[in-house]
Structures are given as C-alpha cells and as structure tokens.
C-alpha cells in the first residue's frame, strides 16, 4: 500500500516542464483576456472613466452602444457585412468541398503536382497578392456584364478559393475509409452521390471549421474592401469602424462599444459552435 502511495504521489507531482507549461498557458490567457475585458468594461464607462482607464463602470452606460450604433451608422455597415459573408461563406464552401474530394479520392494526371503547387502558394504574403488580385477584378469588371470594383462580386468571389480551406477538408476527406467508396460504387453512387450522402455528413465538423475560419475573415476583412470599393454603400463594418474610430478620437468609451458591437457576431458564433470547431481542428490536418 505504501508503494501505491507513492506512486501516485510521484504521478501527481508537478514536473519542471509542466510548471513552466502552466505558467506560459497562464500569462497567455492574461494577455488575451485583459484587453478583451477592458474592452467590454469601458464600453459601458463614461468619456472620464475610460479615459481615466478604470476597471469597472460605476454606473453601466448602456446608451453607449446606441449612440455609437447612430453615429458610426453601423446599421448599413452591419448589413453590407452580413451579405458579403454569406455569399463569401456559400461560394468557398462549395468550391473547397469540391475542389478536395477531387484531391484526395479522385485519379487524375498531374495531381499531385498540382497539389504541391497550390500548398507553395500559402507562403506568399497576402500584401503581395493585393495589386495582382485588384488588377485581376478590374479587369473583369471591364469585360463582364457588371461591375466588380464598389460592388459585392469584389468582395466575394475572390476569397472562394481558399488553398488552406481545401488542404483541410483534404485531409480529412482523404481519412475516410476506401470501404465505403467500394460499397458506393457497388450500389451505382458516383462520385457526387458518394460526396453529398457519405462524405459531407461523416465531415460536419471539418465543415464548421471552414465556415468559422470563413466568417471570421470575411467578416474582420479591411485592407481589401478600403482598395476596391469608393463609396459606403458597399463597405463592411471593419472599414464602419475604423472610420469610426478615427472620427471619435476623443470618445473613447464610444469607440470601445464600437468594437465590441464588431466583434460580438463572432463571439456569439465561436459560442455556439466551439464544440463542432475545435473537433474539426483535431480531426482534421493531423493525417493523411
């Protein structure tokens, strides 16, 4: 008995390794959790307590929040956003399911080269991509029936190829077993039928992945809508708020309520679906 006691005092004891895992877990946490709760907590401030960097509001301001919603006319921002991110989610959704079952159950001539020559592709910094990609839309705005450039075929159709998007579900495509495909094919499935019936609902959780990464960079996006569009009528609510905040220097308790206004879709969408989305990310890119 003294042996198994000891045994497990020595299995519970805390290793230098682990302490210094613990510690780094624990500084990380501070540094993401203190700006993001003063952040909160100084949207409900008044202009001198923000500004006097106060932790927690005497009185809760709630007005705020409707102040900056009317000044920053978040309103129409809120609905650009909305829209871009829907068709940006739906089209890359499509395009990348189908662009990795390609890749990773289909045969065909120079496909793994150009698999290599796509993955090359995510080293490229996305700075250098922007002249080539705002030359590219220009031009099909000349040759096409509308106009991309201050218009939602810019803002969208651009990011419904995303090379990391296929790599993912790529690998997790690639892990389901080849008995199921057999057993398909036996029953006349083709590749589509084995895509829609089997595959998509053995992935929905690779799926969520993509769509959570998806919104959040569509909906955070604000180098490239400040470049192709002219006016508000098309502009997201990062650029909303950005203007915003130039134009509210002084206010800083409103310029804190802005952003959270910003960010809380994709706080209330990680919320609901973290389960799905960190399954996806275990699952997913670790094999193949």
């Known amino acids: 008995m003294a042996n198994i006691a ?17 510690i780094a877990l624990t500084l990380g946490v501070v540094i993401v959790a203190v700006p993001m709760y003063w952040t909160i907590a100084a949207s409900f401030m008044t202009r001198a307590e923000a500004i006097a ?3 927690v509001p005497s009185v809760p301001q709630f007005q705020n929040y409707v102040v900056a919603w009317q000044e920053a006319n978040f309103s129409e921002y809120f609905i650009n956003s909305v829209i871009i991110t829907l068709i940006t989610i739906v089209g890359l959704v499509i395009f990348s399911v189908l662009a990795a079952y390609a890749f990773a159950r289909m045969e065909f001539i120079g496909k793994n080269f150009l698999f290599t020559l796509l993955i090359t592709t995510l080293f490229i910094p996305e700075m250098v991509l922007l002249l080539p990609n705002f030359l590219l839309v220009t031009w099909l705005g000349r040759i096409g029936p509308i106009a991309w450039i201050d218009n939602w075929p810019a803002l969208t159709i651009p990011f419904m190829g995303n090379i990391f998007f296929i790599f993912l579900l790529r690998q997790f495509f690639a892990q389901i077993p080849d008995d199921l495909f057999d057993a398909a094919k036996i029953d006349g499935a083709s590749h589509l039928q084995f895509l829609i019936r089997i595959v998509l609902p053995l992935s929905k959780a690779p799926l969520m992945t993509v769509i959570m990464l998806a919104f959040i960079g569509s909906w955070n996006a604000l180098s490239w ?6 006016s508000a009528e098309w502009r997201p609510i990062a650029v909303g708020l950005t203007n915003f905040l130039n134009e509210e220097a002084q206010r800083l308790h409103l310029q804190m309520a802005g952003a959270v206004i910003t960010m809380l879709p994709v706080l209330l969408l990680y919320f609901f679906t973290q389960k799905q989305f960190t399954e996806g990310i275990a699952q997913s890119g670790l094999k193949g």
């Open 6 to 22: 000891a045994g497990r005092k020595s299995a519970y004891r805390l290793q230098p390794w682990n302490l210094f895992l613990y």
């Open 225 to 230: 809508p400040l470049l192709v569009t002219n």
């Open 53 to 55: 960097t106060r932790w």
